[in-house]
């Protein structure tokens, strides 16, 4: 049932643009796998083997930490709501650290130019293969909306609170790799 392609085609495209989450998975050679789910509204299509993801802060930086040690990465897409199927983009994944040119020319030119609050870094990835499954497995859920949790509690701290927390929680994984996020250029 599953289908591959060397790139992503006008009809993945579409698709995606129509999702509300995925997911990103990303190992280091040692330690944790890590999974962490995502807004879909953070996610770009910038070719068809180009893609990208603004990445808020949360309670640790796992991906950004795996991606220095091997720089592979799995996002999936899944449809919860409408005809099943899934979709994988696998590839390797570069961080760009906010306040860095390469940040912020993606989020000119990807991103409108509008950065949510607490926004930490932009992984870009380039891909390598796509793979479409079926989906028939995954659960229908109705979506309601978007949480303004993340949001409210990036707004709620000042920008000095907000890089004590990432300087204490987004630094190194659970594994104690750096995440390159403070890391002078």
Known sequence: ???QFPALLDQHI???GRQHIFFTASA???GRVNVSPRPATAFRVL???LVAYLDQTGSSNETAAHIRQLNR??????AVEGPPQILRIYGSATA???GTGDYDALLASGF???EPAGARQILRIDVDLVQTSCGYGVPLFDYSGERPSLDNWSKA???EELEAYQREKNTVSLDGFATGLFDEA
Request: charged residues 20%; proline residues 11%.
């Open 47 to 49: 070719g068809p083997n």
């Open 28 to 30: 280091a050679p040692t």
């Open 73 to 78: 990465i799995t996002l999936m897409f899944c």
């Open 1 to 3: 049932m599953a289908k």
């Open 14 to 16: 579409d698709w995606i």
């Open 96 to 98: 760009l650290h906010r």
């Open 157 to 159: 701290k000042t920008p």
């Open 112 to 114: 409108g130019g509008e």
